[in-house]
């Protein structure tokens, strides 16, 4: 299939950019056109922290929704946009500010440890978030004999109980993406590709994290390639992620672990997030010349969300 023509529409959205003191975000998992247009390219918390550092009047975040209620956190006089209101989170749905409001009253006394994979109402009522890069450090430095609630992501919470020796509870949410990947798929990768290196994502489940060599976030998986030069590398998270891994170290090889064979028999090559690629040039055109969709949050929600940002901030 040939691929389309979109310069004209690039150069555009950057004409935008100057004429509006506008700032481009990309989460990784994007699609690699909208990574090309973007200023920054990275993970939610990152970007985020980029772009407040910034003279921009406009953020643009290209990612989903959270992420963009965590820039309007740390830029609260910013003007932040999404490209599309519809790109939501199977995460962050899973624990949503009620859930977690019943949680906490079931475990009074309990400090709550959240991925920052979560709404900034559920951070309102967060002691403290962690990112998958820094979950570790920053759990090790909470008081020893705290009992933790640790949410929503399950599969990060049992790694890092089991690397630090926490018995932390878990609640059992887990991102969609990363919960389609099978040992078996990494398995037939392995005897295809012998010698090549397995990086995994913290969300994965504990056996396909035991296959890996290389496990943490998306942007440990970058430092690692890049600072590893020509190998195959067999990588488990979303397949958003090698358009970077490949742009930045073109000697080396990148396989993405297909998801399970579906109820239907066909299995796909790569493992998506359909509410990342509903982020198109075509909707970040169009969210930059109406400057909308508009992401706000509730002054007294944001006032209670930013406090567990800088506690992590503290300890990591």
């Not at 920054?40 to 989903?64: E, H, N, P, W």
């Not at 709404?119 to 978030?129: C, E, M, P, S, Y």
């Not at 020796?165 to 969609?176: A, I, Y």
């Not at 090698?242 to 399970?260: A, K, N, S």
């Amino acid at each position: 299939m040939e691929k389309k023509d979109t310069s004209a529409l690039k150069a555009e959205i950057r004409r935008m950019c100057r004429e509006k003191n506008a700032v481009v975000l990309a989460h990784y998992y994007t699609v690699g056109e909208v990574q090309e247009v973007a200023d920054f390219v990275g993970d939610s918390l990152a970007l985020a922290r980029k772009a407040a550092r910034t003279d921009a009047d406009i953020i643009v975040m290209c990612g989903v929704h959270f992420m963009a209620e965590t820039c309007k956190l740390l830029s609260p006089d910013k003007l932040v946009l999404a490209p599309d209101l519809e790109a939501g989170c199977s995460l962050a749905d899973s624990c949503d500010a009620d859930d977690l409001r019943r949680w906490k009253a079931e475990h009074p006394g309990y400090l709550v440890v959240q991925y920052v994979n979560t709404t900034a109402a559920t951070k309102a009522l967060t002691d403290v978030v962690v990112t998958s890069g820094n979950a570790e450090k920053v759990v090790s430095q909470l008081p020893k004999d705290a009992k933790i609630l640790f949410g929503p992501d399950y599969n990060l919470g049992n790694y890092i109980n089991a690397v630090t020796g926490r018995d932390m509870e878990l609640w059992n949410g887990g991102c969609h993406v990363h919960e389609r990947f099978s040992c078996d798929e990494i398995a037939k990768l392995k005897q295809e590709h012998p010698g090549a290196v397995v990086m995994a994502h913290l969300e994965c489940k504990a056996p396909v994290l035991a296959m890996a060599e290389v496990k943490g976030s998306t942007a440990d998986m970058l430092r690692y390639a890049q600072g590893h030069g020509a190998q195959t590398y067999i990588v488990a998270t979303e397949a958003g992620i090698l358009h970077e891994l490949q742009r930045t170290c073109p000697e080396c090889t990148f396989i993405p672990v297909p998801p399970e064979v579906g109820e239907g028999g066909v299995g796909c090559q790569c493992n998506e997030c359909q509410y990342m690629k509903l982020n198109t040039l075509e909707k970040l055109y169009e969210c930059l010349r109406n400057e909308a969709p508009v992401v706000e949050v509730a002054p007294e929600i944001a006032v209670e969300a930013v406090k567990p940002i800088n506690r992590m901030l503290e300890l990591s």
